[in-house]
């Protein structure tokens, strides 16, 4: 039994080319793809490692999740045993495209730790502040990312750059606790509700306009000084 993730069944023996028993195969679910013959131990454990492994090897990646509310926080950094947390940059200072190329970069790590079960998480500067402020993360600019094990109140700053090879780098120091963990000095806050990012470039505020000023009269102007 591995969670119901693996299904066995029988099969007609001439279309799955059985030629002699037992036969165990494996048919990978979605694409066509042909069957692998298991020809390992035929005890229960052995036949379960065999099939957990496969499992790994086909599952999903993990959904890189936009820290939108504290429900989202508690689903990936609570109920799991580490989180990594990413801080990016103000779209304003990214655009699109380059917070897309960072989320991308946080794609391809989670696929290839899928196995670990990370949770993985994002925001941008400043949008969970309090967040920022517990974990210590931000401090020295963005994007930033840092590995959480909240059940052990405890946080692993990546200082590199965020790159792939730097990140992967410092998933294997996390992974083989070579990495000194600093402990949370202020409890982690309960998140604010946020708004999710639509997808596209950021949109510089409207400045106020004051070309009226101009024709303000003189006894106006005064009037306003006195109130001042």
């Known amino acids: 039994d591995v969670g119901g993730s693996v299904r066995s069944s029988g099969i007609n023996a001439e279309y799955g080319g ?6 165990i195969k494996y048919f990978p679910a979605g694409a066509k793809l042909d069957a692998e013959e298991y020809d390992g131990g035929r005890t229960a454990d052995d036949i379960v490692a065999w099939a957990e492994v496969k499992l ?17 926080f508690a689903e990936e950094c609570r109920e799991k045993s580490i989180c990594i947390v990413s801080i990016l940059p103000d779209i304003l200072d990214t655009g699109a495209k380059g917070r897309n190329e960072y989320i991308d970069t946080l794609k391809s790590l989670g696929d290839k730790y899928k196995k670990r079960k ?29 590995a959480l094990n909240i059940k052990k109140n405890a946080v692993l700053h990546h200082r590199g750059g965020f790159s792939k090879d730097s990140i992967n780098e410092f998933l294997q ?3 083989a ?8 000095r202020k409890d982690v806050p309960k998140l604010r509700k946020a708004t999710p990012w639509d997808g596209l470039d950021g949109q510089m505020p409207e400045e106020e306009d004051y070309s009226d000023l101009d024709d303000m009269e003189l006894e106006d102007l005064d009037a306003v000084k006195t109130e001042l």
Do not use: C
Request: hydrophobic share 40%; aromatic share 12%; proline share 8%.
């Open 18 to 23: 059985v030629r002699g028993y037992p036969t």
């Open 56 to 72: 790994e090897q086909f599952a999903e990646p993990p959904e890189i999740r936009e820290l939108l509310n504290d429900e989202v």
């Open 118 to 146: 990370f949770g993985w998480v994002w925001s941008f500067a400043g949008e969970q502040d309090k967040l920022q402020e517990s974990l210590e993360i931000g401090g020295a600019g963005y994007p930033a990312l840092a």
């Open 173 to 175: 120091y996390v992974i």
């Open 177 to 184: 606790g070579r990495i000194a963990p600093s402990v949370l």
